[in-house]
Every structure is written in C-alpha cells, then in structure tokens.
T-cell receptor, first 115, second 114 residues
C-alpha cells in the first residue's frame, strides 16, 4: 500500500512570497490533516478535512494560510504572503473512518525555509 | 482540553541499556494515547497506541508503554537500546470520542551511545 505522498520535499522562498504544498493521502482514507512542525517542537494541527469538508481549522492563520481538498482526495496548503516564522516542516497525514480513525499515517513532510 | 508533557527534551543511554521516555497527559475526556517516532528528514511513524483496551501496550521495534490513569502517565520503555533507536520520539493524546485531533508533546531526542 502506498503511503502519504507530499511535494515538494524542500522549498526555500523569500518573505512575502507565496508557496503551495501538495498532499496525496492513502487511498480510501477519508480524513486528511495538515500539521506545522517548527524546529524543536511537536507537530501542531493546522486543519483537518473529513472528505472535502473542514472539521477543524481553529489553529490555521486564515489571514495568510488557506487549504483545500478537492473531490475529497488530494489537498493543497498555501501560504500567502509568507513570514519568517512560517519556516517549519509541514506534515500531511491521513486516517480511515470508523474504529481505525485514531491511527494517523504521516507523509515525509515539506521543509519550508523563509529567508 | 488536552495536553501532553514529555519530561526531558534529550535522553542519552548506552547501547543495551534500558530506554525510558516519560509522558504525562491531561485530558478532560477518556484519552487515546500514542507514541510516534521520527527519524531525520522523515515523517512520523506510529510506534504504539492505547485505545482503552489493555493498559500495557506493545508496539514495534520492541517498545512498549503502560497506561496509568492514577498517574496520568504513558511512559515508553524498551529493555535494551539499539543504535537504530536513535531518533525523536513524540507522545500524543486525542479524545476517544468525536474529532480525532492529535495533540503532541514537545518531543524527546534519544541518543544511543556505543
């Protein structure tokens, strides 16, 4: 079974530029998550989708961050404009519904550096 | 509200020695608890999970953890450390019901000395 795919793996941009990350979850996984992991910290949930609807985006900085999940499969996370403090690893995860919904599978992440 | 505290941002043990990584949680609802491992430049991999069944949970790579409600703890142990265990370890909590939001601790970096 293929895992969670993310691209790009690394991205370097200047502040005030925009950037987008892509995630393809495990086939059949209804729930998709985006996490931000700042160096030296644990991952923090930014947004959670159930199919193509948003379940939780309470910690998403909506003035600069946006996310969508088209057709309930792939998802993109965008930052516009980027700030220095957005430098982090952005992790995508997915999970099944039902009894296995608590087990999340993570992708390799996208490491963003804002200069 | 839920939170996790991992005691010790860095733990160093000798190869073959006992590994003990500490995790305490706070949860207003019955919790599900998890340990994840992260190797350099990789995503997180689930080591083990507690979902209200047996309190002693066995995971991959010889790790296990015990849920102690009275101590609100979920410490991770391995009897004998291997060099390949060097990584970052994260404890996480979620509610047993409703949304499955994971709240992570700060992480513990495990170093294995030869």
């Amino acid at each position: 079974e293929a895992g969670v795919a993310q691209s790009p793996r690394y991205k370097i941009i200047e502040k005030r530029q925009s950037v987008a990350f892509w995630c393809n979850p495990i086939s059949g996984h209804a729930t998709l998550y985006w996490y931000q992991q700042i160096l030296g910290q644990g991952p923090k949930l930014l947004i959670q989708f159930q199919n193509n609807g948003v379940v939780d985006d309470s910690q998403l900085p909506k003035d600069r961050f946006s996310a969508e999940r088209l057709k309930g499969v792939d998802s993109t996370l965008k930052i516009q404009p980027a700030k220095l403090e957005d430098s982090a690893v952005y992790l995508c995860a997915s999970s099944l519904e039902g009894a296995s919904r608590h087990e999340q599978y993570f992708g390799p992440g996208t490491r963003l550096t804002v200069t | 509200a839920q939170s996790v505290t991992q005691l010790g941002s860095h733990v160093s043990v000798s190869e073959g020695a006992l590994v003990l990584l500490r995790c305490n949680y706070s949860s207003s609802v019955p919790p599900y608890l998890f340990w994840y491992v992260q190797y350099p430049n990789q995503g997180l991999q689930l080591l083990l999970k507690y979902t209200s069944a047996a309190t002693l949970v066995k995971g991959i790579n010889g790790f296990e953890a015990e849920f102690k409600k009275s101590e609100t703890s979920f410490h991770l142990t391995k009897p004998s450390a291997h060099m390949s265990d060097a990584a970052e370890y994260f404890c996480a909590v979620s509610g047993a019901q409703g949304a499955q939001k994971l709240v992570f601790g700060q992480g513990t970096r495990l170093t294995i000395n030869p």
